[in-house]
């Protein structure tokens, strides 16, 4: 067993109730304006505004704000992996002045890492996920050398490589190209000759996902 131990402070690394209880003490962190969305994820904050007829200024406040807060309540930003990112589908983006933290100047980025997915640089996203997913095809094929039954073969893949291929499915989907399309499905493909039974392709996913979804909206 191990030995216990008292903290005062802070939430202890790798504990189960970690994350709860840092949700619990930054609860009170919220938007005051409509137009700017905080969404929190444990101890990873994303701030996202809306900018319109070139007015930012209520994005740049909220950011000032989550930062007096950060100060209030004994939190320190980590300015050195904090990134922005400006959504424009404007065919002339005009120059926005840099953001800045506590004295230090945020980058600005193409595309970031969010929760698994990579925002707006789709391609980007799928290299990744047919990378990863091909690297799990590997332990499909020793599996099927260990002669498994294709019902386990079957389970496996849905658990493994499917959840790769799925992961924000009904958010990059529909925008990605029939390129990417056909480069995702043949990992499908690779996975059916290995079982030897048809699974359901990428496009019947999205779909099924995307109703559950909606369902869930609707409720």
Known sequence: MSYSRTTSTGAPQGCVLSPLLFSLYTNDCTSTDPSVKLLKFADDTTVIGL???????A?????????????LNN?????????EMIVDFRRNTPALPPLTIMNSTVPTVESFRFLGTTISQWDTHIDATIKKAQQRLYF??????FNLP???????YSAV???????SITVWFGSVTKSD?????????????????????????????HHISASSDSE
């Open 150 to 156: 294709q019902e386990l073969l079957t389970q496996f």
């Open 181 to 209: 399309i056909r480069r995702l499905q043949r990992t499908v493909r690779t996975a059916e000759r290995i079982i030897g039974a048809p699974l359901p392709t990428l496009q019947e996913l999205y779909t099924s996902r």
């Open 51 to 57: 900018i319109q007829d070139g007015d930012e200024s």
């Open 59 to 71: 994005y740049r406040q909220e950011i000032e704000q989550l930062a007096a807060w950060c100060i």
């Open 140 to 145: 499909l094929r020793q599996l099927r050398k």
């Open 161 to 167: 490589i499917e959840s790769v291929l799925c992961t």
């Open 75 to 83: 939190l320190e930003l980590n300015t050195l992996q904090t990134v």
